[in-house]
């Protein structure tokens, strides 16, 4: 087969579309079918759709602009990207869907798409039908593997380098996170059929942070806070530097509506939140790989900054309310044991949240940990002096490093307000 021909895996049985199937092709078809948690995942994620409307532009499918997608030449002999091929972004799945379905190579008309940049705002069913029906062979697995990632809220930071058959690279970023806002509780919804990753929203009304807010006096009814997570992933599969696809599935409550945006805003790339100017693209996988990763993760830090410190202020703040000698002030018993109680209420809903995002914190830090101490991850970096990484991105990656490591001092504020929470509640027992 001529490995620059890229065949889906509808297409892979010939021309004929398998409607409602393609899901199933996109384990089988690649030779792995020991991934029973994902195939449960991705299909009780697109319940209720089908490529067919995906096909025929039906409902959302046809409806929603979700997506951007960037594709450009690039060859050994050239020293930049080239613009290849003009889309009309955002695209809706639809769209995205003829897009995927002619060849990227050799095509009759069009010139090749040898680096394609495809960006998702909420990734959808309609989407993942599409990214099923036309994925290559040999990228199916890691896809797979990606977008499990981004809808079950995981952290991963990997390299994978396939030791036979054809060789291919994946590369490999999910950044969970929380999102701290004033703002009205989100809608339960009970639609069947999903649009959007289902992501929980949590009310930290109990920690009364309005009382902190210097601006409180200026929100709107309704509105309270909460905690909102998020989800930034990033994956670049290819078969050298010269060939590979990048996918950036990133929820809307980090970079907003992306059919919003004007038409100046989608003259920047998306997946690097629109900080680098599709003009001037970064031509190599590692290279812009290891940038988009400094992009996301300072903004990712930015948001775990902002929601510790106001931890930190919201705990202060009923631990002072409620100190240890409050029974000696207090009038009554009743008196007492209401404002015990309510203290205790408060202690046991901030340490069940502590202990959620605790654990997603150190997953982040502990990811970051194992890739670098990995020979493998990191040797990719640092092969050869052709595949080596640019020197910007050495020091792209010197403040990636540092990062994490200020990261890691998040992670030791949040122990210690557990563990203040957990001396707060057994002085009351």
């Known amino acids: 087969m001529n490995s620059w021909k890229i065949f889906g895996n509808v297409k892979s049985r010939g021309d004929e579309v398998y409607d409602g199937e393609e899901i199933d092709l996109f384990f089988t078809d690649s030779s792995d079918e020991d991934s029973p948690r994902e195939f449960e995942v991705l299909t009780r994620y697109c319940r209720g759709t089908c490529l067919e409307?995906?096909?025929?532009?039906?409902?959302?499918a046809g409806e929603f602009r979700v997506v951007w997608v960037d594709d450009r030449t690039s060859s050994p002999a050239e020293t930049k990207c080239t613009l290849a091929r003009q889309h009309k972004n955002p695209l809706t799945a639809t769209g995205l869907y003829r897009v995927l379905d002619k060849a990227r190579f050799d095509h009759e008309q069009l010139p090749d798409a040898s680096r394609r940049l495809m960006y998702?705002?909420?990734?959808?069913?309609?989407c993942i039908r599409a990214l099923a029906a036309t994925v290559s062979f040999h990228h199916a697995?890691?896809?797979?593997?990606?977008?499990?990632?981004y809808l079950e809220f995981q952290t991963s930071i990997t390299v994978q380098i396939r030791s036979a058959g054809l060789l291919?690279?994946?590369?490999?970023?999910?950044l969970p996170f929380f999102i701290l806002s004033r703002s009205s509780p989100p809608l339960e919804s009970f639609d069947k059929i999903n649009t959007k990753p289902r992501r929980k929203w949590t009310d930290l009304s109990f920690l009364n942070l309005d009382n902190l807010d210097s601006e409180a006096e200026g929100r709107l009814i309704g509105e309270i806070w909460g905690i909102q997570e998020a989800q930034i992933s990033f994956a670049v599969a290819g078969y050298d530097d010269w060939r590979w696809i990048g996918y950036g599935f990133v929820d809307s409550e980090?970079?907003?509506i992306l059919a919003e945006s004007t038409e100046q805003d989608l003259q920047f790339d998306q997946i690097a939140a629109g900080k680098i100017d599709s003009t001037r693209p970064i031509q190599k996988p590692r290279d812009y790989w290891i940038r988009i990763l400094e992009i996301r993760i300072l903004y990712v830090k930015k948001k775990w900054d902002h929601l510790i410190h106001k931890l930190e202020l919201g705990v202060g703040q009923y631990m002072k309310q409620?100190?240890?000698t409050l029974s000696r002030r207090s009038r009554t018993a009743q008196e007492r044991a209401r404002q015990m109680e309510k203290a205790f209420d408060v202690n046991s809903e901030t340490m069940e949240v502590l202990g959620r995002i605790e654990g997603v914190l150190s997953d982040t830090t502990k990811a970051w940990k194992s890739f670098r101490s990995n020979d493998s991850h990191m040797g990719f970096f640092h092969t050869t002096e052709d595949a080596a990484i640019s020197s910007h991105s050495k020091r792209c990656l010197q403040a990636i490093k540092a990062i994490f490591q200020e990261m890691e001092g998040d992670h030791n504020k949040i122990m210690l307000l557990?563990?203040?929470?957990?001396?707060?509640?057994?002085t009351r027992v």
């Open 418 to 426: 557990k563990q203040k929470c957990s001396e707060f509640s057994s």
């Open 141 to 149: 697995p890691g896809l797979r593997d990606a977008i499990y990632k």
């Open 322 to 324: 409620y100190p240890l």
């Open 120 to 126: 998702f705002s909420d990734l959808s069913p309609a």
């Open 254 to 256: 980090v970079d907003g």
């Open 53 to 60: 409307d995906v096909l025929s532009g039906k409902g959302t």
């Open 168 to 174: 291919t690279f994946q590369l490999d970023f999910h």
